[in-house]
């Protein structure tokens, strides 16, 4: 009953925008209902005032009622990206992993080469991250499978949840693990839509400028991690029998067979275009498949957290009202359009830039939609201050993809959280020393070595 206050608050101010005329200068009718619709669904997510899934539905009912939209379909329209559906098919990738026993096999393994160290368990893990970035690109799809693995973990060594050594975990693979992703090109939505907007990078010279700051920011975050619960760290764990299943089964090798398929496509996307979720959703058709996958119907239904789909739904709609209505640009004129006249030293433009960014980062609950604002601004301050608009948009970039500060900022993040792992207050606090860890990583190591790649902070980029 505690919520109901709030709730009702929220939704108090939303009528209350619903009568009143426009209050800031450039920003439309529409768009101040977009945003006010956004804030108030934001608010509704990070306090739980109503289950998340819900919450996403009445996102959605009242951008189609307030006008925000006009009308219901065009409200509905995140739900016709393919992000939903390639949420989904991944998700039922981890449970299959978790369904064959490939889980407990892998959970087995792990616990015998930590040797009965939780801090053995955690930084396995980091440093696990940037090589299954090879083998399964996408952060969510490696979040998605390894949950469960470490769900077995935790439950073959008899870790009660809640403990440090699972809230590290967890934290890690909601947060620092897209970190991972984005040091390669073919690593998700941010690497791609960057690069997009960027133009003229191919996937090494990606991977040349990206990865040694985005490693060095995972390295710093796996830190952060570890001095949050060092004192759970030091927990010892039992040794758990490992020849109690000696070699793989059918069902497992036929479950490794559709998650390395998938993999490869994603892997391959260069040669075929493929959008990332048709792998993700062929996976899904395999594994449901008699015969050849592990799974019914009723395994996604108890398995695949569905609110996640609707959350993710409503979250790109929010994305797509706010750019039609104009919101969006109005934030990012405010936030980060007016920063050239106002740092007279390159590195002083960069820390602005960097400031500007991080607060329309924390009003964008879309990756995307943070993208396709931010970094057609930071181009454009860059040469406008005669900076590198390379640097500049990767500045940007990088300050944005590296924090969360609400689970619907991201769908790995968002597959820990709903598991129940993590809280909203927990993922906040994190998001909030994360931030400074991006900031200490791209002035003491991305803009140093972009300088060594030939692209140095007052250097034109080469066109």
């Known amino acids: 009953m505690r919520r109901a206050p709030f709730l009702l608050f929220a939704l108090g101010a939303l009528g209350l925008c619903l009568v009143l005329p426009p209050v800031f200068a450039g920003l439309p009718v529409r768009g101040q209902r977009a945003l006010v619709v956004t804030l108030i669904t934001i608010l509704l997510w990070t306090a739980r005032a109503l289950d998340s899934g819900a ?35 991944v998700l039922a990738m981890g449970v299959a992993v978790a369904r064959s026993g490939l889980a407990e096999r892998l959970a087995r393994r792990i616990l015998d080469h930590a040797r009965g160290s939780s801090l053995g368990v955690y930084v396995q893990l980091v440093l696990a991250m940037p090589v299954l970035t090879f083998i399964l690109p996408s952060a969510t799809t490696r979040s998605g499978i390894l949950v469960h693995i470490y769900e077995e973990v935790f439950t073959l060594a008899r870790v009660p949840p809640g403990a440090a050594i699972v809230k590290a975990v967890m934290l890690a693979l909601a947060s620092i693990n897209r970190l991972a992703s984005t040091a390669l090109l073919t690593g998700g939505i941010t690497p791609v839509m ?13 991977l040349v400028l990206m990865a040694v700051p985005y490693y060095a920011l995972l390295v710093l975050g796996g830190a952060l991690t570890w001095a949050l619960y060092r004192r759970g760290l030091r927990r010892t764990l039992p040794g758990v029998d490992l020849e109690r299943r000696p070699r793989l089964t059918p069902r497992e090798w036929r479950t490794l067979g559709i998650v390395l398929g998938a993999s490869l496509l994603w892997l391959t996307d260069a040669l075929h275009h493929l959008d990332p979720a048709l792998p993700a959703l062929l996976a899904l058709v395999a594994l449901l498949t008699p015969g050849l996958g592990v799974l019914v119907w009723g395994d996604l239904e108890r398995g695949v957290g569905w609110q996640n789909f609707f959350i993710i739904g409503a979250s790109i709609s929010l994305a797509q009202a706010l750019a039609d209505s104009g919101a969006a640009a109005w934030l990012a004129r405010g936030l980060v359009g007016s920063l050239p006249g106002l740092g007279g030293h390159p590195v002083a433009s960069i820390v602005l830039l960097m400031l500007g960014a991080t607060l329309l980062r924390a009003a964008i609950p879309n990756i995307s939609g943070f993208l396709a604002l931010a ?8 040469r406008q201050t005669g900076l590198n608009p390379l640097v500049c948009a990767l500045v940007v970039m990088m300050t944005g993809d590296a924090v969360l500060y609400y689970p619907v900022q991201s769908a790995s993040a968002l597959v820990i959280h709903e598991r129940g792992h993590v809280s909203a207050g927990e993922i906040v606090r994190f998001g909030l020393w994360m931030t400074l860890a991006a900031y200490v990583a791209i002035l003491a190591v991305a803009l140093p070595w972009w300088g060594l790649m030939g692209q140095g902070l007052t250097r034109a980029i080469a066109r």
């Open 194 to 206: 960057a690069a997009a907007i960027i133009g003229g990078m191919s996937w090494t010279g990606w």
């Open 375 to 382: 970094l057609p601004i930071a181009i454009s301050v860059g």
């Open 55 to 89: 919450t996403s539905l009445l996102g959605v009912a009242l951008l189609a009622l307030s006008g925000a939209t006009g009308g219901l379909r065009p409200a509905l329209g995140g739900f016709a990206s393919p992000v939903p559906y390639f949420l989904v098919g």
